[in-house]
């Protein structure tokens, strides 16, 4: 075996279901997650980055079922969305592991083998409430609702009852040991608060797991007893130890395994604190150094996901800002452990303060400044001053306290002591004034040397925050005329300057751009939510439009909805957000009306929809309706109303 004397870190994000599309909440752990492989990469570590996608279990199989396809043939291709994401985020990923890889499904049979050879896995008979939306049977101390059914917590779906011949993972003799290892580590779950909920489960009692299941098909078979497929959280968790290597490429397992840090959103951290360390001690590999449990990002203050039509889709902020802006957002936002609510004004706010003033600017005068003053080298300066040392020592001591604090995972810490720095710098040329000295041929010694501390600070300070906003950090160094690319300077070798004679300062090129929220939200909605045509284009002769055929009109998917809920939009005047119910689903909407109805009139009343037009996003809202709406002489939407009642999703003909 080559060990490597190198210190080693390995990080992994959860493996994403690969139905859903990546949302902003799945951006988020990747985000984290990457932040922290750059970090530890500059500190002289081999690093090993793992995501990948959970590809096997009853929601896949009943999507590709609904499509006619393949389970295989649905993930193969819905894979890329995800990894389309995670290039548009530059997510340096060393591995992309899906559950579907041989290499995966081997090891997870090995390890469930060597389990039931051990006797920690045994078969049995188990019967209990199911949640088939998320794969996990229900505690038993859920209770009975009024219908005599079960409601998931996690989902509030129905939960239906499963009885099945199955294999049990012997769970309950590894209670004690689980609580003695939260006694002995207790930096095994972070942050703390999250160690006290699980050793308070933990300590409640552990029942037998069962983890096959005979009514699912799609997942990995039990070894020598086909019938029973593997459970998919015991499948997807060896995910971390599967493409680490385990059983195939033993040389990198035993470089990397155990992982230094399992990034986990706080919904599925039991799964990793609690059966996976229960798993590994009965396999008999070593335990990860730490769960950290992340918060949720919220939007309109609910977890964003999917089933509550809540999500944002990242690609629309990328579109206008790229990578960096949203990821300096959301890792400056809230600390790991706490939940965040999004919302566009916020993510403005830091974009326009944070980064275009007080970054951007303090690059954008420092360098024209130099390339004004010294045609862009900077000359022998004159000695420092006390008020110039401290631009040099504080950047000093900052360096030691970023270092710990992205060591200790505190990225929103991180990032606000170096912004703090920022203010400084910035402060520093406003009472230098280097615009005024520049006036006095005889001081272009002390005009040097004040921006040569600028511009040693930007450098500095860019390097800090490298690891969160690499493609802006490469380009500053780039503006600055370093030969080294960030990534390949040592964190221990950087120093404050490095600007040596014969160093060429180029001229920067924007950096963020600064975007005013009516600018951003001001897409027009489409159609009906605000109309481009006015009335007498719309009343034109039948014989001047385009005729369809009555199979092309019936491919419109035309319903009764009815109005939950309405809403304004902030910072736009003419939509309005609705959700509506459609008898069989909700779905959220954005609607132009706002000029002619106010949300309270509108709740409760029906209205028709058009549900299978392809949704839209609307200043950053995903619309996945439209409705149908009359255009008055003044360009307005009125919508047609019925005149007696009609149940929520009646078919419109
Ligand atoms: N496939 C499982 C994980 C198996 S890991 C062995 C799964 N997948 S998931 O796609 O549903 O979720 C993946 C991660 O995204 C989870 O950590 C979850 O917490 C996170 N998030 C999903 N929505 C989120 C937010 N709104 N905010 C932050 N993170 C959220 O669970």
């Not at 752990?29 to 932040?35: E, L, N, P, R």
């Not at 003695?180 to 797991?209: I, T």
């Not at 155990?258 to 590994?280: E, M, N, Q, S, T």
């Amino acid at each position: 075996m080559a060990k490597t004397s190198k210190p080693t870190f390995y990080v992994t994000t959860p493996i994403y279901y690969v139905n859903d599309v990546p949302h902003i909440g799945h951006a988020y752990t990747t985000i984290i997650a990457d932040a922290l492989a750059r970090f530890h990469k500059l500190t002289g570590k081999d690093v090993f980055f793992l995501t990948g996608t959970d590809e096997h279990g009853q929601k896949i199989e009943r999507a590709a079922a609904e499509k006619g396809l393949t389970p295989k043939a649905l993930a193969d291709s819905v894979v890329g969305r995800a990894q389309d994401l995670w290039k548009a985020l530059d997510i340096s990923y060393d591995f992309f592991v899906r559950t579907t890889m041989e290499i995966h499904e081997k090891g997870v049979q090995k390890l469930f083998q060597r389990l039931l050879d051990r006797g920690d896995i045994y078969k049995g008979e188990y019967k209990g409430w199911y949640c088939v939306s998320d794969e996990n049977f229900l505690a038993d101390d859920v209770a009975l609702e009024a219908d005599g059914c079960k409601i998931c917590p996690d989902c509030g779906k129905k939960a239906s009852v499963v009885s099945e011949e199955t294999y049990f993972f012997r769970l309950s003799a590894y209670q004690d040991r689980l609580l003695a290892l939260y006694e002995a580590r207790p930096e095994f779950v972070r942050p703390q608060s999250r160690l006290n909920e699980v050793a308070s489960f933990v300590r409640g009692g552990l029942k037998d797991l069962s983890i096959t299941r005979t009514t699912v098909k799609w997942g990995i078979p039990v070894p020598g007893d086909p019938k029973h497929t593997i459970y998919v959280w015991f499948d997807a968790l060896h995910n971390y130890v599967t493409a680490a290597g385990f059983d195939w490429n033993t040389e990198r397992f035993e470089k990397f395994w155990p992982a230094d840090v399992h990034l986990v959103g706080k919904d599925i951290l039991r799964f990793h604190a609690v059966y996976w360390p229960a798993f590994l001690m009965a396999s008999g590999l070593p335990l990860p150094r730490t769960v950290y449990g992340h918060g949720w990002w919220l939007k309109d203050d609910t977890k964003m996901s999917k089933s509550k039509g809540n999500v944002l889709d990242p690609h629309v902020l990328l579109k206008v800002f790229g990578p960096d802006p949203l990821r300096y957002f959301l890792l400056r936002e809230i600390p790991i452990g706490q939940d965040g609510n999004f919302s566009h004004e916020g993510f403005l706010h830091r974009v326009n303060s944070d980064l275009a003033n007080d970054f951007g600017n303090l690059v954008q005068r420092t360098l024209t400044m130099i390339g004004n003053y010294f045609g862009g080298e900077i000359p022998d300066p004159a000695p420092e001053t006390a008020e110039d040392a401290k631009v040099r020592t504080d950047f000093e001591e900052l360096k030691g306290r970023v270092f710990d604090l992205y060591g200790a995972c505190a990225l929103n810490r991180a990032l606000e002591e170096t912004w703090a720095y920022i203010g400084l710098v910035n402060k520093y040329l406003a009472e230098n004034q280097p615009w005024i000295i520049a006036k006095d041929p005889a001081l272009r010694p002390r005009l040097a040397r004040v921006l040569l501390q600028a511009a040693a600070a930007i450098r500095g300070a860019s390097y800090l925050v490298f690891p969160v906003m690499p493609r802006s950090v490469e380009r500053i160094w780039g503006f600055l005329g370093e030969a080294q690319k960030p990534a390949e300077v040592l964190w221990e070798k950087l120093d404050f300057g490095g600007f040596g004679p014969g160093r060429k300062v180029g001229l920067p090129q924007a950096l963020f751009p600064r975007v005013a929220l009516k600018d951003f939200l001001g897409e027009e909605p489409r159609a009906a939510a605000a109309p481009a045509a006015g009335p007498e284009q719309t009343t034109k002769g039948a014989k001047d439009m385009d005729q369809i055929t009555y199979e092309e009109f019936k491919r419109m998917d035309l319903r009764v909805a009815r109005i939950i809920e309405a809403e304004r939009v902030p910072g736009a005047t003419k939509i309005l957000k609705l959700r509506i119910d459609l008898g069989t689903e909700q779905r959220q909407m954005v609607a132009g009306i706002a000029e002619t109805y106010a949300p309270e009139d509108l709740v409760g009343k029906k209205l028709i929809v058009i549900v299978n037009l392809k949704p839209a996003v609307i200043r950053g809202i995903e619309s996945q309706a439209m409705l149908l709406a009359a255009i008055t002489a003044d360009n307005k939407a009125l919508i047609p109303f019925f005149d007696r009642d009609i149940p929520a999703g009646a078919i419109v003909k």
